[in-house]
């Protein structure tokens, strides 16, 4: 079973302002370096084989914090990036919920797709192919891989059974973190959604005991022997 650790980016000067998409160059802000400092220190005392990350500079330096923290290098993936918002990157957001397709990104975001740029199905089904694959490569691993509040909720949806419509109710804050468990041929479990608690390594597992088969002592009336007596 591989153990994912979905963390959000921190914070940028942008973060709640601006829709940041695939914006070059927007680091992470004051806030957002003690997000990842105190993120690195949470995830610290897991048994992290591996940091992925997407490419843009604000996930590349909050995963930069978790990796030194277990003495690795930060992986790149592209298909756990940002969705890609097109014509609406790095717009205010102010301006955009004014926009006639904002309430049908609420309401029904499995039928969007963004001016210019990808529909919302369209990166969740890649996101999610991205996930397996890593699940696939880290069995019995856990993993970590940082990545965006859009693109984890649409994963967290796929596993957790919701439809996309409703990928809209989860909350994934900056540097919050989700676990996704994953077994090969087995059920996804998510354990964790949105969380800023402490972490620790799970417990190791005690093998299970088989039951011994115990041979029923023979009843009485299975051995006593009656005698009758014959009459002439």
């Known amino acids: ?75 790149t993936r592209r298909d756990v990036g940002e969705v890609d918002y097109g014509e609406w990157t790095d717009r205010p957001l102010g301006q955009l919920r004014r926009r006639s397709l904002w309430p049908v990104i609420q309401a029904t975001p499995s039928r969007v797709t963004f001016p210019g740029g990808e529909s919302i199905r369209g990166a969740q089904a890649r996101a999610v192919d991205a996930v397996e694959a890593l699940a696939s490569d880290h069995r019995g691993e856990t993993i970590v891989v940082v990545s965006h509040a859009d693109v984890i909720k649409a994963v967290l949806a796929h596993f957790l059974g919701m439809p996309l419509d409703t990928f809209q109710r989860l909350q994934i804050a900056p540097a ?18 949105n969380d800023h608690g402490p972490l620790t390594a799970p417990p190791a597992r005690e093998p299970e005991k088989r039951a011994t088969k115990r041979t029923a002592p023979p009843t009485s009336g299975a051995t006593r022997r009656t005698t009758r007596k014959r009459t002439s």
């Open 176 to 193: 919050s973190v989700s676990v996704l468990h994953l077994a090969e041929g087995g059920p996804p479990v998510v354990s964790r959604i």
């Open 1 to 75: 079973m591989a153990t994912i650790v979905l963390l959000r980016h921190a914070t940028t000067a942008a973060t709640g302002k601006r829709l940041g998409g695939w914006t070059p160059g927007v680091q992470l802000d004051e806030a957002g370096v003690a997000q990842a400092e105190a993120a690195a220190q949470r995830l610290a005392q897991l048994p992290v084989k591996a940091v992925y990350a997407s490419p843009l500079e604000r996930t590349q330096e909050t995963a930069k914090h978790v990796a030194k923290a277990h003495d690795l290098k930060v992986r």
